[in-house]
Every structure is written in structure tokens, then in C-alpha cells.
């Protein structure tokens, strides 16, 4: 187990983006397993398989992610807040990786018929981890983007 007190030095993942669609539309795609099986991975190249969703307070996911070379990588985490279509809070947990829990909170705005989103991902044991999640989230919210403005 990774010592807790390492995650306090690394500043916190924080991106925004705006989307082209109403706060709720943005928000049931990050609620509904059938949407994050359609964008939820970094590249076009990647497939999603929604394992399990149960987004409530407590609830649990299971998401897997295949890299193009056949590689699965497996997320998971529980709820800590569900307010629709305003917040999601849950954690973050990479099977066979040692790099302990963090934290993922989503803030989505409305912005006359449109929506910003302001993520949040924190308690990374190092900054270089931080930054691979950012590039990861980056091109998560590309492929969100390109669902949502349909």
C-alpha cells in the first residue's frame, strides 16, 4: 500500500471543457453504460467494455479498456456523490498497478443550453502519473465531445 501522505504534495489534476449540449445530455453520457461504451477510452483505437455501473451513493464500476495491441486495462471505483446533473464523485483504481486510490470529481455547468465541465482528478502518488492521466482524460473528452454534439 502506497503511503498517504505522498499524494499531498502532488498538485491535483484539474481540466475543463465546454460542450456543445445541454447538462443533462453531458451527464447521462457519463451515467449510462451503453455511452461510455462509446467514448470512454483515450484513442478511437481503444474499445470499452462496461462491466458494471451502478451509479448511486456507494455504488460500484468496473470499466475495461483495450489498447489496440489486445492490452486490458481495468478501472474501478464507488460513488461518494451523485447529484444529477450536477456532480459525480467516485474513485479510481487501476487493477495490477501500484499506485493506490485516487479521487475523480466531475462539476458539470450549465451554460445557456450548453454545458462546461470542470474535472478533477486527485491524489496522485507522483506528478508523472498525474500527467499520463491528463493526456488519458484529454483524449477521453475528445471522443465525449464528438458523442455529445450528435
Known amino acids: 500500500m502506497m503511503a498517504t501522505g505522498s499524494t499531498r504534495d502532488v498538485p491535483a489534476l484539474r481540466l475543463e471543457r465546454g460542450f456543445a ?12 453504460p451503453a455511452e461510455i461504451g462509446r467514448w470512454f477510452a483515450p484513442t478511437d483505437q481503444h474499445t470499452t467494455r462496461v462491466i458494471a455501473l451502478d451509479v448511486r451513493l456507494g455504488g460500484r464500476y468496473r470499466i475495461e479498456m483495450v489498447s489496440p495491441s489486445g492490452n486490458v486495462h481495468t478501472v474501478v471505483g464507488t460513488f461518494r456523490e451523485v447529484r444529477p446533473p450536477e456532480r459525480l464523485v467516485f474513485t479510481w483504481t487501476w487493477e495490477g498497478k ?5 479521487l ?3 462539476d458539470f455547468h450549465d451554460r445557456d443550453g450548453a454545458t462546461d465541465l470542470v474535472l478533477t482528478h486527485e491524489r496522485f502518488p507522483t506528478p508523472e502519473l498525474r500527467d499520463e492521466h491528463g493526456t488519458g ?5 475528445n471522443r465525449l465531445a464528438a458523442l455529445v454534439a450528435v
Do not use: I, K, N, S
Not at 501500484?98 to 485516487?102: A, F, I, L, S, V
Open 21 to 32: 449540449a445541454p447538462r443533462q445530455r453531458v451527464f447521462r453520457a457519463w451515467t449510462d
Open 98 to 102: 501500484d499506485m493506490g486510490e485516487t
Open 104 to 106: 475523480v470529481t466531475l
Open 137 to 141: 482524460w484529454a483524449g477521453c473528452l
